[in-house]
C-alpha cells in the first residue's frame, strides 16, 4: 500500500474542439500538467509514457502512441498505448502503476486523449457500438444508448426505480459542470427540462445522455519514495481492482448491475483496505443517469435497488452521504473516451489537494476518492482507490 | 532478476486462415497452449489477461479484447489491451510482466493475435501505412515497403551492402520456416530465386517482404515462486528494454540504424547482466530484410555496417555465431501483427527447452535467447531476454 504515488496532473478543456486535432488535445493537457507541477521536468524526470486511446478510427490515425509521444517531447523513451474501450484511461493508469512498481520504470506519464468530433455523430455513434458484439448485437441496430436503456427499463421493472430519479443524476452532474471551467457542457438545467428532454431511447432521453466530446488529460506515476522530489502532497494509488464480463448483454444473469464492476469495486477495497463509507468522493462512469445510479449500488454506496433513491434525496451532492461527479461527469464535463479514467484521476488528484475551492465545488477536508470506469456496458471495469 | 517466468506456451497455424476469424484464431493458440502445458488449469490458475491486437479496422470489432475473453473462457477476470503497432506482442509481454511482477496479478495470460486477411492485400498495406504518419508521410504515398527501401538504400550506399546480402536473410528464413509445421509459407528458396523475384521497392523485391498473415499466439506468464507449480522447465524472463523514436522517418539522424532498437537493447542487455555475445538464439523483427541485417547491428550481433556479411557468411544459421529466426521469421512464418512479438517468445520458450529437436532446427544447449520487436520504422521496439 502506498508505494505508488500521483504527483501531478493536467488536463484540456473538454468540448466539441474543432480548434484542436488529437495531439494537440494530448500536448494541452500535457502542457496543463507542466504549468501545475510542483517541480517536474519532463525531459528528465519521466522515463516512459502511457498513452491512452479508445479508437484509431475517429481520427485516422494507426498506432496513434507514436505520434503523441513526438508531439509531447517523449521521443527515444519507451511508451505503450492501452485501449479498454470507454475504461480505457483507468486501464492506462493501472499499466502505469504496474510499470512502476514492478521497478521497470520509476516515473511514468500517462496520458488519456480522444478526438470524437472530426466524424460526424451519426459516425461516431457507429464507431462505439462497434466496441459491442458485432457478430450478434451490433448488426441487430445494439447502440449504447439502447444498451442502457434496456438496464433502465428493466431497473425500473424491478425496484420501481423512476425517471425523476434518473433525471436528478442529470440535473446534479449539470449543477457541478457548469462550475467546472474545463467541462463540455457548462449549463445548470431544471429537473422539469431534465425530464422533458427528446427521447433518444426509452426511457432515456437527451439529459440522460453523456456527451461526444474532445479532450485529453495526463497525470504523473511515481514511486512513492520519490513522490517527495516532485510535490510535498502527493496522492497515493491505494486499491485497483478490476473486472469484466460477456460481450453480450443477453447473456448476463442481470440488467441491474454490472457484475465486472461489483467485482472490481471488492477488489479495490480489499486492496486499499477501505469500505465504500470511507469514500468521500467518487467519479463514476456516468455514460448514462441509469449507469450513475446503477454505480452507487455496485460500489456500496446504496443497497441494489435503492440507487435511485439516493439521486433523488440529493445524497451524492457535496455534504451528502458521498459526493459523486462533482465536475460533472461525463455527462456535463464530456466524455473523450480515452481521457476520461485519467481525467477522473486528475479531479480526485486536485480535491483531495483542496485545490477546487475557487470553483465552489471542493468537496472539504476529502481523504480518500474513488474512480469507477466502465468499458463498454461493463465488458471491462476498473475502480481505482486514491487516497492523501 | 528472475523474478517472473514463462510456463507454458502455443501457437496457431499461422497462413491466409479462410477458415478462421480474430476469435477462432485466438481460440486455437490457447487451446494449443493448454494441450502443450505441463499443469494448467485456465479457469482456476489463471487470474487475469492481456490482448494484444494492433488493428481494429482489419476486421470491423471495435475493443476487441471484450470479444476474446467472452471466446476463451476469461470472462468475469480483468484484462486489458495493449497495442504498439507491428511491436504489440512483446507490449502485452511486457505488460504482463509488469502486472505480475507489480504483485496486482500472480498469473496472467497473453494472447497476441491479428486477423489480416479478410480486407484485401491493398486495404491491409493501407491500414498498415496508415500506422506512419497520417499528416506528413502517408499522404505522399509512404508505405512500409518504401521506408524499409529507404533504410536499404542508405545501407547500400554507406556501408556496401548487397542485393545478395539481403537475399541471403530471406533464402534463411524460408530455409527454417520450411520445417516449422506452423509457418504461413513453408518452402525453401534459392539466392536466385530471391534475387529475381519480382520489385516491390527498390532494392526490395518479393522475398525481401514479409507476409500479410492471419495468426495468434499465447504464453502464461507467472511469479517465479509460483513457476514450478506449473511445469518443471520455466523460461524466466531476465531483462526487458523499450525504446522510440520520431514518428517521422525524414527526422531521423540516421537511415542504417533504430535509435528505438539500441535504447531497448542497451536495456534489456544491462537488466538481464549479459551481453550479445551471450544471446544463443534471437527472434528478430525481419519484416523486410533490410531490417533483420540493421537488427543484427542495432544488437550487437554485428558491427554497425557489418551485418550484411553476416548474413551472407551464414552465421546465423544455427551453428553459426548466433540463430537468428530459426522458426523463419516474419518473412516465412509470416507477420500476424499482434501475434509476431508474442510468437517470438512461443519459439524461444520452446527452444530453451529443447522441444523443437522433431522438426529439425533446434538449437542445442540453448540457455538464453532474445526477442526484438519493432512497430512501424522504430517507433516502439521491446527487447525481451530469456533465460532457462
Redesign the interface.
Known sequence: MNDVAIVAAGQSKFGKRTDAGLRNLAFEAVKDLVEHADNISLKEDID?TVIGV????FN????P???L??EIG????????????CATGT?AI??A????????HDTVLVVGVEKMTAVSTAKATE??A??????WEYPFGCTFPGFYALMATKHMEEYGTTKEMLSSVSVKNHFYGAKNPKAHLRKEITLEEAMNSIMIAHPLNLYDCSLISDGAAAVVVTKADLAKKYTDTPIYVRG?????????ISRRPSLTSL??AR??AQAAYKMAGVGPEDIDLAEVHDCFTIAEIIAYEDLGFAKPGEGGKLALEGQTYIGGKVAVNVDGGLKSKGHPLGATGVSQAYEIFRQLRGEVASEGRQVDGAEIGLSHNV??TG??VNVIIYGR
Request: proline share 2%.
Open positions: 516512459a479508445a479508437g484509431d478510427e485516422g490515425q494507426g498506432a502512441a507514436a505520434v509521444i513526438d517523449m521521443v527515444g523513451k519507451p511508451t505503450i498505448r492501452v485501449e479498454s474501450a486501464a493501472k499499466t502503476y504496474s510499470l512502476v512498481k514492478s521497478g521497470l464507431l462505439m462497434r466496441a459491442g458484439d458485432i457478430r485497483i481492482g478490476s473486472g469484466s464480463d460477456t460481450m453480450q457484475t465486472g467485482i472490481a468499458g463498454q465488458q471491462f
